[in-house]
């Protein structure tokens, strides 16, 4: 009897959960451990590991506010680069991941670098200086997509005030 790939991997995942909920009484009793899983699917997970008494704490993380958004930019901006606005790169990244950030910088780093290497190769005198500025940052910002979604935030704050026990 063949099976279609979504019943197989519901039958899979059935056995992993099973194992999974085996295992962590098992490990409860050890002194001395503690256990933290994390997921960005919570809805995706069976129900049974949410029940209370296996697991103490459901914290939920989500997007970075606008200081973490402040400090992930900042670790993306060279130090050589002039004045860049990041506090207004942060407020125009509210939607996005750490990885969009990163992503960002990095389209913006390489657009630069492309620049300099134009330039030095049609004989500039002076390639492109400082051609990391806010108005680069912002300009990749304008070209990616944030991978959160307003509906991906909506059920996460209906997951959170669900299952959220801190």
């Not at 993306?76 to 960002?104: K, M, N, W």
Request: with cysteine; net charge neutral.
């Amino acid at each position: 009897m063949r099976h279609s790939a979504a019943e197989s991997r519901r039958r899979l995942f059935r056995g992993v959960t099973n194992e999974l909920l085996k295992i962590i009484p098992a490990f409860r009793e050890q002194e001395g451990r503690i256990l933290i899983c994390a997921t960005n699917f919570i809805r995706a997970l069976d129900t049974a590991f949410l029940r209370h008494g296996r697991f103490d704490y459901v914290i939920p993380i989500g997007l970075p506010d606008p200081a973490a958004r402040e400090a992930i930019w900042t670790k993306y901006i060279p130090e050589a680069t002039g004045h860049v606005d990041v506090p207004a790169l942060a407020r125009q990244t509210e939607r996005f991941s750490p990885a969009d950030i990163e992503f960002a910088a990095r389209k913006a780093s390489q657009r630069a670098l492309e620049c300099v290497v134009s330039d030095a190769a049609n004989g500039a005198n002076n390639p492109v200086e400082g051609s990391l500025t806010t108005d680069s940052y912002l300009q990749a910002v304008s070209q990616t997509k944030a991978t959160v979604t307003e509906a991906m935030v909506s059920e996460f704050r209906e997951d959170i005030a669900r299952l959220a026990r801190t």
